[in-house]
């Protein structure tokens, strides 16, 4: 019987993008490059920090000042990561919902660590217990190495979990930890992204609210 949810952080329950365009376009700002929309920054977010400033910055890594940007972006998203972020609307009474059902939860993320368990902390404290985030300890996502240690963390068995995302990224993180994945359809990439990339129809969710109904589904099954 599913007793476990595995949630990414970014696009699935927090919207992050506002934050995470302002911190971007202050590096670019502060290095003379061209600032980005938050329609381009919304396709460039779901690998980490690292991969966010290379598909940022002109010539990617190949540019010199890549790291000090990058150092830049950090540092001010670190201060800045509450200012426009909030839940979507529905999450946090879904998350009470699970908690109150039994369920474990837990959030894995690419976001770097500091900034996951603040962000968690803060918006989801009742209710996620775990959140891990990327760390030099622990590869990042799509690798599985977070979900493990994440149902490690819980004491959680993995046949008993699934996952729930909003990207790529997440189908095949679910994949590579061999758990079902829902796909959220409010967060940073479209439905037919979503598809292209694997998504089940019958796991698909248009609304947090529509997340308890399914997992009831999928635990009856077993």
């Known amino acids: 019987m599913t007793d476990t949810v595995i ?3 970014d696009g699935t329950l927090l919207d992050t993008l506002e934050d995470l365009t302002d911190s971007v376009n202050y590096a670019m700002e502060k290095f003379g490059f061209p600032v ?27 540019n010199p000042d890549y790291e000090a ?38 959030v894995v993320s690419n976001k770097f660590d500091g900034a996951v368990k603040k ?13 891990i985030g990327e760390s ?13 240690r994440a149902l490690r963390e819980l004491g959680c068995d993995g046949s008993r979990a699934v996952y729930v995302g909003d990207s790529e990224v997440d189908i095949q993180t679910a994949k590579n930890a061999s758990l079902p994945c829902i796909s959220v359809t409010w967060g940073f ?3 037919e992204k979503l598809r292209s990339e694997g998504a089940r129809e019958e796991l698909f969710v248009r609304t947090p609210q529509a997340l308890a109904p399914l997992l009831a589904r999928l635990r009856a099954e077993g």
């Not at 622990?138 to 190495?145: E, G, L, S, W």
């Open 136 to 148: 030099a300890e622990v590869k990042r996502k799509p690798a599985p190495d977070t979900v493990y």
């Open 189 to 191: 990439r479209t439905e």
């Open 119 to 131: 962000l968690c902390k803060k918006y989801f404290g009742e209710y996620i217990t775990v959140s």
């Open 7 to 9: 949630f990414d952080l």
């Open 36 to 62: 980005h929309t938050i329609e381009e920054i919304r396709t460039f977010v779901g690998n980490g920090a690292p991969k966010l400033l290379e598909r940022s910055i002109p010539n990617g890594v190949e």
């Open 69 to 106: 940007a990058l150092a830049a972006f950090k540092a001010h998203y670190a201060g800045h990561c509450e200012d426009k972020t909030k839940p979507y609307e529905g999450v946090t009474e879904t998350l009470a919902e699970l908690k109150r059902q039994g369920y474990h939860l837990a």
